[in-house]
């Protein structure tokens, strides 16, 4: 097989250092690519993974840092508490009786909030592919921007995963 360089026309000087940057990125590649097997084979031999892999928008490498981080949920007193922990509420500015919420803090776990993000998305455009519905998740698209409804999605995660690992249950998939 040619090499990128072999290909195009440079100066031998220039091969050389090309050459080692090319195989600097295969080695990554596959370093990236085994790590990942790791990942997924710690996750199946995880029985709290396992449970949480039941939820639509959680893959493997969020999957073992929730395992990892929140094996124990005890010190949360509910899921809301959990959710903050993330930082994936929205920070009160009551006064005088009315509540007013804001942007969400980010006061929490910047890892597991963006994890938790990414895979919201993902389902987001999921569910955008398969048209309009009457669940949840789609009426919120309708009236709400899209990164607030994917942060609503993420909270909504993460509140799930309290609930499992709190449980012992597996998540019963619905379609969102």
């Known amino acids: 097989m040619l090499s990128l360089v072999e290909t195009v026309k440079l100066p031998g000087h ?4 090309i050459d080692l940057h090319a195989e600097q990125f295969r080695d ?13 084979t710690a996750v199946a031999q995880d029985e709290v ?23 124990d949920v005890t010190g949360f007193r509910s899921t809301r508490d959990l959710a903050a922990w993330i930082g994936l509420t929205p920070k009160p500015n009551s006064s ?7 942007a969400i803090s980010k006061m929490g776990n910047r890892y597991i909030r963006r994890r938790l993000y990414l895979g919201a998305m993902a389902r987001i455009a999921a569910r955008k592919e398969r048209g309009p519905g009457d669940d949840w998740l789609w009426s919120l698209l309708e009236r709400k921007p899209i990164k607030l ?20 249950e597996s998540y019963g998939r619905v379609p969102a």
Request: proline letters at 3%.
């Open 14 to 17: 220039a091969r050389g250092s």
């Open 28 to 40: 990554t590649r596959t370093k990236i690519g085994d790590v990942t097997a790791e990942i997924r």
């Open 49 to 71: 993974a396992q449970r949480l892999q039941t939820i639509a928008g959680v893959g493997p490498i969020p999957l073992s840092v929730l395992a990892a981080t929140l094996s």
């Open 96 to 102: 005088g009786g009315k509540e007013r919420f804001g």
């Open 149 to 168: 409804v994917a942060i609503a999605l993420a909270n909504r995660m993460a509140r799930t995963v309290w609930a499992l690992i709190r449980t012992g």
